[in-house]
């Protein structure tokens, strides 16, 4: 497993047609450092705009993904993702100087060779190793894909066209280790038959014999193969016994399958981390799988949303009790909002306040339908910031803390009289200079109820 995010140790330069524009382009691959993700540039725009590699920028899935952020816009990136992913390089700034991803030989191999020429460096921070936590489905028109909990990424593809050429095709990862051998040198394919339609469509300008298998499962005439070799620029193309154009054998039987699980890897890269978790795939294609990224990917932030939320445990010893609170801040009854502290870290810290009927302020605030003021919920949570940034200090009790801004305050629900907050705040950046900016979550239970973003100056007491 590996422990560490990476990236390249140095530029990776890629040139080439692109499949379906057909111009020739040239793609650079840097180094880039922890969490950059990957990024494609546009050097070939003004401005130089980018676009991260992410299932939510994907915006056209035919015949190959294609991702976009405003004008940055890079087609069939699949195959350079899934190279990317079979190394673990998640770090990356992709140069390129035209829309779309070189196609080189239809599979990932060559990508994978000029990565592993230059090599792969590792960074000094850790790994994000996800795991699902339930089982993801995406299900339409036939086609099936699941993705399951798993203790390792592993894919299985399946597909059946009804082609006597192709039949029913299996093919299996079980490990991406695996994955240089087996299937990245698994080439794209298509039917003769879509060929003119696509061509029609304004597509596979740059296809070939050299980068595509094509299947011949319908019989032909000589005037349509005329008609495909100046398509291809061919002098002449025919049909093999086997069902392929041109002599151009399959490496393997089941070569189609491969590639299609190839896709799947490609695609499914685009969620940022690796995923443990088992896919099971019955005729994928970009569209199936780019939407089953999405939901994997939403079901990762909700997991990472869910292991964020503070737990209370009214029999757990505080980490701080209230007369403790009461020698660190200066805030008296009826103004302090925080009971006890329950846990501290080096960048945040969580409190609880237990909402009583017999507060002062529920006498004249809503008496009817007493609710807990928004106000004072931002004032407790400033509390609670105060107490982590105050511990920072040797003499914690020569400074006071003062607001300067709150930012993107959401109140989400309402708290009322026997309601247990729980505040988390967390240091968005170091304190500088007496400025301290953090993050303020405030639960009842596991419901979000508050959140805002709060700066505060820690001011040195005149008479200390």
Same mark, same amino acid.
């Given at each position: 497993?590996?422990?560490?995010?990476?990236?390249?140790?140095?530029?990776?330069?890629?040139?080439?047609?692109?499949?379906?524009?057909?111009?020739?382009?040239?793609?650079? $691959?840097?180094?880039?450092?922890?969490?950059?993700?990957?990024?494609?540039?546009?050097?070939?725009?003004?401005?130089?705009?980018?676009?991260?590699?992410?299932?939510?920028? %994907? %915006?056209?899935?035919?015949?190959?993904?294609?991702?976009?952020?405003?004008?940055?816009?890079?087609?069939?990136?699949?195959?350079?993702?899934?190279?990317?992913?079979?190394?673990?390089?998640?770090?990356?700034?992709?140069?390129?100087?035209?829309?779309? !991803?070189?196609?080189?030989?239809?599979?990932?191999?060559?990508?994978?060779?000029?990565?592993?020429?230059?090599?792969?460096?590792?960074?000094?921070?850790?790994?994000?190793?996800?795991?699902?936590?339930?089982?993801?489905? @995406?299900?339409?028109?036939?086609?099936?894909?699941?993705?399951?909990?798993?203790?390792?990424?592993?894919? +299985?593809?399946?597909?059946?066209?009804?082609?006597?050429?192709?039949?029913?095709?299996?093919?299996?990862?079980?490990?991406?280790?695996?994955?240089?051998?087996?299937?990245?040198?698994?080439?794209?394919?298509?039917?003769?038959?879509?060929?003119?339609?696509?061509?029609?469509?304004?597509?596979?300008?740059?296809?070939?014999?050299?980068?595509?298998?094509?299947? !011949?499962?319908?019989?032909?005439?000589?005037?349509?193969?005329?008609?495909?070799?100046?398509?291809?620029?061919?002098?002449?193309?025919?049909?093999?016994?086997?069902?392929?154009?041109?002599?151009?054998?399959?490496?393997?039987?089941?070569?189609?399958?491969?590639?299609?699980?190839?896709?799947?890897?490609?695609?499914?890269?685009? $969620?940022?981390?690796?995923?443990?978790?088992?896919?099971?795939?019955?005729?994928?294609?970009?569209?199936?799988?780019?939407?089953?990224?999405?939901?994997?990917?939403?079901?990762?932030?909700?997991?990472?949303?869910?292991?964020?939320?503070?737990?209370?445990?009214?029999?757990?010893?505080?980490?701080?009790?209230?007369?403790?609170?009461?020698?660190?801040?200066?805030?008296?009854?009826?103004?302090?909002?925080?009971?006890?502290? $329950?846990?501290?870290?080096?960048?945040? !810290? %969580?409190?609880?306040?237990? %909402?009583?009927?017999?507060?002062?302020?529920?006498?004249?605030? @809503?008496?009817?339908?007493?609710?807990?003021?928004?106000?004072?919920? $931002?004032?407790?949570?400033?509390?609670?910031?105060?107490?982590?940034?105050?511990?920072? @200090?040797?003499?914690?009790?020569?400074?006071?803390?003062?607001?300067?801004?709150?930012?993107?305050?959401?109140?989400?629900?309402?708290? +009322?009289?026997?309601?247990?907050?729980?505040?988390?705040?967390? @240091?968005?950046?170091?304190?500088?200079?007496?400025?301290?900016?953090?993050?303020?979550?405030?639960?009842?239970?596991?419901?979000?109820?508050?959140?805002?973003?709060?700066?505060?100056?820690?001011?040195?007491?005149?008479?200390?």
């Amino acid at each position: 497993m590996i422990e560490h995010q990476r990236t390249v140790k140095g530029p990776v330069l890629i040139e080439g047609i692109g499949l379906h524009s057909g111009l020739n382009v040239s793609m650079t $691959i840097f180094p880039a450092s922890a969490d950059h993700g990957i990024i494609f540039k546009r050097v070939d725009l003004e401005g130089n705009p980018m676009v991260q590699a992410d299932p939510f920028n %994907v %915006v056209e899935t035919s015949r190959s993904t294609t991702i976009a952020d405003g004008p940055a816009k890079v087609q069939t990136i699949e195959h350079l993702m899934a190279a990317l992913f079979s190394l673990s390089v998640e770090n990356v700034l992709i140069e390129i100087d035209g829309p779309e !991803v070189p196609i080189l030989d239809g599979s990932s191999i060559q990508f994978l060779h000029a990565l592993e020429a230059v090599g792969i460096e590792t960074l000094d921070a850790p790994r994000k190793h996800l795991r699902l936590n339930k089982t993801i489905e @995406f299900e339409e028109n036939g086609i099936h894909i699941t993705a399951t909990p798993a203790d390792k990424f592993s894919v +299985v593809s399946m597909i059946d066209y009804g082609s006597k050429v192709l039949g029913q095709q299996y093919a299996e990862l079980n490990d991406i280790s695996e994955f240089k051998e087996s299937i990245a040198s698994s080439k794209t394919f298509c039917f003769f038959r879509e060929l003119e339609q696509l061509a029609e469509h304004n597509l596979i300008k740059g296809g070939s014999l050299d980068n595509a298998l094509v299947v !011949v499962d319908e019989p032909v005439s000589e005037a349509t193969l005329d008609r495909v070799s100046t398509l291809l620029n061919k002098p002449k193309v025919s049909v093999t016994k086997s069902g392929y154009l041109n002599n151009v054998e399959p490496q393997f039987p089941n070569e189609p399958a491969k590639h299609k699980l190839l896709d799947i890897i490609g695609d499914l890269a685009l $969620i940022g981390s690796p995923v443990n978790m088992r896919i099971v795939a019955k005729r994928p294609g970009h569209y199936a799988n780019t939407e089953l990224a999405k939901k994997i990917k939403k079901q990762m932030l909700k997991q990472a949303r869910e292991a964020s939320i503070p737990v209370y445990n009214p029999n757990q010893e505080p980490v701080m009790n209230l007369e403790q609170i009461k020698d660190l801040l200066p805030h008296r009854y009826p103004f302090l909002f925080v009971d006890k502290v $329950i846990e501290m870290g080096s960048d945040h !810290v %969580v409190a609880i306040k237990n %909402v009583t009927g017999n507060e002062q302020f529920f006498q004249g605030h @809503f008496p009817g339908n007493p609710v807990f003021p928004g106000v004072l919920q $931002i004032e407790a949570m400033a509390q609670t910031g105060g107490i982590l940034a105050l511990t920072k @200090f040797d003499d914690p009790k020569n400074y006071d803390t003062y607001f300067l801004k709150i930012d993107n305050c959401k109140f989400k629900s309402l708290v +009322v009289p026997g309601d247990t907050l729980i505040f988390k705040l967390q @240091f968005m950046q170091p304190i500088r200079r007496g400025i301290c900016v953090m993050k303020g979550e405030t639960f009842v239970g596991d419901k979000l109820v508050t959140e805002a973003d709060l700066v505060a100056k820690i001011h040195r007491k005149e008479n200390t």
